[in-house]
């Protein structure tokens, strides 16, 4: 994988190269692959041995630590204030790396579950249940594979052998169908929607509006008007 990955790096740089018109965001593009390519030679390092659950746990905080390196370098045109034309052109190059990341991930986390139910707080631990979710959460690629997660989840939530806020997350990961829209259906718990301007953020419509505060709070959530607050900064 390491090696695929260096190849794909390789390529990208090869071809930012000749691609000069935008210096500044090729030099960002080269820190993030040199970046990612660390942070995977690191893990590589690591005996691989899915059947042992403290490498699974290692691999998904791994997985989980270049997703979200991923996700917060997407702010690189807003951070750096590049032009239209600057961030068109990092949009195109960054997009594939996304949508190559968010592939392998949860084609390792398909592989992983091949071996084990789920990573369940008594086997694996909190840390280890949320970063698997997570990675899940993140496959908007794959909706019939967050829908199995999601029945998965909804057995072990109850028992508390996963965050029942996990559970809530990815209800509404399913129901908002991002790859596609006409398939959208009305959230439980409010957790997914869209920047509408400069801080301001507004969730998908919800099942039974009215009574929103007490699902979120029997899955561990606090008050909608709260969520929707931390998204003052988030939104450009």
């Given at each position: 994988m390491v090696k695929a990955l260096l190849l794909t790096i390789l390529a990208f740089?090869?071809?930012?190269?000749?691609?000069?018109?935008?210096?500044?965001?090729?030099?960002?593009?080269k820190i993030y692959d040199d970046t990612v390519l660390a942070k995977?030679?690191?893990?590589?390092?690591?005996?691989?041995?899915?059947?042992?659950?403290?490498?699974?746990?290692?691999?998904?905080s791994h997985m989980v630590d270049v997703d979200q390196y991923m996700r917060g370098y997407s702010?690189?045109?807003?951070?750096?204030?590049?032009?239209?034309?600057?961030t068109d052109y990092f949009q195109t190059l960054f997009g594939s790396r996304w949508s190559e990341m968010d592939s392998q991930n949860t084609n390792d986390v398909k592989k992983l579950l091949e071996i084990y139910s789920w990573f369940t707080v008594t086997s694996f631990g909190g840390e280890a249940d949320r970063d698997a979710w997570l990675l899940v959460q993140h496959?908007?690629?794959?909706?019939?594979?967050?829908?199995?997660?999601?029945?998965?989840?909804?057995?072990?939530?109850?028992?508390?052998?996963?965050n029942p806020s996990n559970y809530a997350y990815l209800w509404d990961r399913v129901a908002a169908s991002w790859s596609d829209t006409s398939q959208r259906k009305p959230q439980r718990y409010g957790t997914q929607g869209t920047c509408t301007g400069p801080g301001t953020w507004e969730p998908l419509p919800v099942e039974d509006p009215s009574n929103l505060d007490t699902r979120r709070r029997s899955v561990g959530l606090g008050p909608e008007a709260e969520y929707i607050a931390l998204f003052k900064d988030l939104c450009h």
């Amino acid at each position: 994988m390491v090696k695929a990955l260096l190849l794909t790096i390789l390529a990208f740089q090869a071809y930012l190269a000749t691609a000069s018109d935008f210096p500044r965001v090729d030099a960002d593009l080269k820190i993030y692959d040199d970046t990612v390519l660390a942070k995977n030679v690191a893990f590589s390092k690591v005996p691989v041995n899915p059947h042992d659950k403290n490498w699974v746990k290692l691999k998904l905080s791994h997985m989980v630590d270049v997703d979200q390196y991923m996700r917060g370098y997407s702010d690189t045109p807003f951070k750096h204030s590049y032009s239209k034309e600057e961030t068109d052109y990092f949009q195109t190059l960054f997009g594939s790396r996304w949508s190559e990341m968010d592939s392998q991930n949860t084609n390792d986390v398909k592989k992983l579950l091949e071996i084990y139910s789920w990573f369940t707080v008594t086997s694996f631990g909190g840390e280890a249940d949320r970063d698997a979710w997570l990675l899940v959460q993140h496959a908007d690629h794959d909706p019939e594979f967050q829908k199995q997660v999601l029945t998965i989840l909804d057995k072990l939530y109850i028992t508390g052998e996963t965050n029942p806020s996990n559970y809530a997350y990815l209800w509404d990961r399913v129901a908002a169908s991002w790859s596609d829209t006409s398939q959208r259906k009305p959230q439980r718990y409010g957790t997914q929607g869209t920047c509408t301007g400069p801080g301001t953020w507004e969730p998908l419509p919800v099942e039974d509006p009215s009574n929103l505060d007490t699902r979120r709070r029997s899955v561990g959530l606090g008050p909608e008007a709260e969520y929707i607050a931390l998204f003052k900064d988030l939104c450009h």
